[in-house]
């Protein structure tokens, strides 16, 4: 039987055992929209493209399946390129179907048309325009085949108008290859067995973890050689989660405002042990004093990544969770008892540290509140600057999956709709996003989404009036000229809450903070909390942009 191209797409997606589409329609996608009329696959309506990627992302990494997006041409298709962006830099599986106008069009500067696979061309795994429905199948099995194996990413597929009202007989291939793709890596035994000698000869080894733990449902393998070989574990932003944060080999973050522990330990170290974490600037600082003593184990299922940034010994390209399978049986334990006293002691000199005291809330008051009261399996999602180093820093990760932010692109108006999408993927879950007023002001629509949704979302905002981590580089590097940081008037986030009608509730000073989120977690709907934070506090420690990792101030 022929179905429609619109049919073929809502078959496809059945068939990839999608249940969620994040979505905004518009006129060249109205047949798609019209078979999802139809359809058992559940929709969610966002106020702004922008907003569906996010979600679509915050779902994809709630959950390790592969979000999906709908929008129409033109502004729809462009409104989407931020969190394609932003799903690329941070390697989450997505996969975008925008609508195009009809293949006649193209190129004619027809009414809402964009070149929407040019416009994104860097920040996709793969694109696709289809011309001919026969083609559509195929292609969607390709597209969900790229974005959720190897290096995840976002993959988008554009859709002529005349494409998806075109019929075509329906087949799904069972499967797909691509020449020239291996996404399992090509390491060998030799180059494990060369690895596991270095480990085993090491008397400072680090573990360093990202994202790619994440990706590779690897956390149990990490923890097993970390407690095996006793190694202690630093990870990145995007690898919050992978080892829990209470442990005593835990370093928590390095990098940029990472623990002093932390950075004192990669530079000191004569072994990295990287696992799927990519020697980010924001984590390295000035490379030609980064470890300057350390051999380098790069584990990582993209080949390019490997030697990208600093000097590799010991090369495992692969799937994380593969090789430490097969390292770890291989290595013969370290002896690391002086370097785990060392550390030790770095860490009674150099905790994380700061001083409630006097009228005025201090943010990271407020973030370890959040953490205490909320339990492990509550889902935080951040936006970007210092509300999200400070929860980055004081709110403690047990698990992966749980700790949900833009790190490679450090995209403001994502924690909001990345929310929405993990307690749609986790329904059970606690969602909280943890923003500033400056952040929380650019998706902000999305609140209208949670309630139609009726998703019990909690919404925290470090309400400080200024874009503050850009303020804290001022005051610190340009001589406290605020130029343009000052966010006033903030509007009255209690009352923007209640207009689209969620609860919210004001902390002003240090008291109110617990009663404020005890009520509002108390609370069975979507919650705002509005924490009115010290003006002027900044995020410590830090290392000045350029500079070494071991010249932290305020540490
Ligand atoms: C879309 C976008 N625009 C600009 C920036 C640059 N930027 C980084 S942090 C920041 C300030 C964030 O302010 P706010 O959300 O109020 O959080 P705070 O730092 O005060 O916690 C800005 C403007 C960005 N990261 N993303």
Redesign the pocket.
């Known amino acids: 039987m022929k179905l429609t191209g619109a049919e073929i797409v809502i078959k496809a997606l059945e068939y990839e055992g999608v249940e969620v589409v994040f979505g905004y329609p518009g006129g060249a996608v109205i047949p798609l929209y019209d078979k999802l009329y139809d359809s058992s696959l559940r929709h969610v309506l966002v106020r702004h493209e922008q907003g569906a990627a996010h979600a679509a992302d915050g779902y994809a990494r709630a959950t390790g399946k592969t979000g999906v997006v709908f929008a129409t041409s033109g502004p729809g298709a462009t409104n989407l390129v931020?969190g394609i962006a932003t799903a690329y830099m941070d390697s989450v599986p997505l996969v975008a179907f925008t609508g195009q106008v009809v293949l006649s069009s193209i190129g004619r500067d027809s009414f809402q048309e964009a070149d929407i696979t040019g416009i994104t061309l860097p920040i996709v795994k793969h694109s696709y325009l289809v011309r001919d429905v026969d083609q559509l199948a195929a292609t969607i099995r390709a597209a969900f085949h790229l974005a959720g194996t190897g290096r995840r990413g976002p993959v988008l597929i554009d859709l002529p108008k005349d494409v998806t009202l075109a019929q075509a007989e329906f087949s799904y291939p069972p499967q797909v290859s691509f020449r020239g793709y291996r996404p399992s890596g090509d390491c060998n035994t030799s180059q494990i067995y060369k690895a596991a000698k270095a480990i085993g000869m090491s008397r400072k080894p680090v573990i360093y973890a990202g994202g790619g733990v994440v990706a590779s449902e690897a956390a149990e393998e990490l923890r097993e050689l970390a407690e095996t070989a006793r190694i202690p574990v630093t990870t990145t932003l995007m690898g919050k989660g992978v080892f829990p944060e209470e442990h005593p080999l835990s370093l928590g973050m390095l990098g940029m405002h990472g623990t002093v522990y932390a950075n004192y330990a990669i530079s000191h170290c004569d072994l990295i042990i990287a696992c799927g974490a990519r020697f980010d600037d924001r984590v390295t600082g000035r490379l030609d004093t980064f470890a300057p003593q350390a051999k380098i184990i790069h584990i990582d299922i993209d080949p390019a990544e490997i030697g990208k940034n600093v000097r590799v010994h010991y090369p495992l390209n692969g799937d994380v969770k593969t090789i430490l399978r097969e390292l770890i049986p291989r290595i013969e334990l370290p002896q690391t008892e002086e370097w785990i006293e060392q550390i030790a002691r770095w860490k009674k000199e150099h905790p994380l540290s700061y001083r409630q005291e006097g009228e005025v809330i201090k943010?990271q008051y407020v973030i370890e509140k959040i953490c205490e009261l909320v339990g492990e399996e509550a889902i935080v999602t951040t936006?970007?600057?210092?509300?999200?180093m400070?929860a980055a820093q004081y709110y403690r990760v047990t698990r992966p999956r749980r700790f949900i932010t833009s790190g490679g692109l450090?995209?403001?108006?994502y924690g909001l709709p990345a929310a929405v999408g993990a307690q749609i993927g986790c329904p059970d879950a606690l969602v909280i996003n943890i923003?500033?007023?400056?952040?929380?002001q650019?998706n902000l629509q999305e609140l209208a989404t949670i309630v139609q949704c009726r998703l019990p979302v909690k919404i925290a905002i470090?309400n400080?009036g200024?874009?503050?981590?850009?303020?804290?580089w001022q005051e610190l590097f340009h001589n406290k000229r605020y130029s343009q940081?000052e966010?006033i008037p903030v509007p009255d986030f209690v009352k923007l809450a209640e207009a689209y009608g969620i609860a919210g509730f004001r902390a002003r000073r240090p008291e109110d903070v617990v009663p404020v989120l005890e009520r509002g977690l108390a609370h069975p709907g979507p919650v705002l909390m509005d924490f009115v934070v010290d003006r002027e506090e900044n995020v410590y420690p830090m290392v000045p942009p350029g500079e070494s990792i071991t010249k932290m101030v305020g540490g």
Do not use: A, I, K
Request: aromatic share 10%; hydrophobic share 30%; charged share 10%.
């Open positions: 931020t943010p936006e970007v600057g210092q509300n999200q400070w450090g995209t403001m108006g923003s500033g007023d400056g952040s929380f650019m470090l400080n200024y874009l503050g981590m850009v303020r804290q940081t966010l």
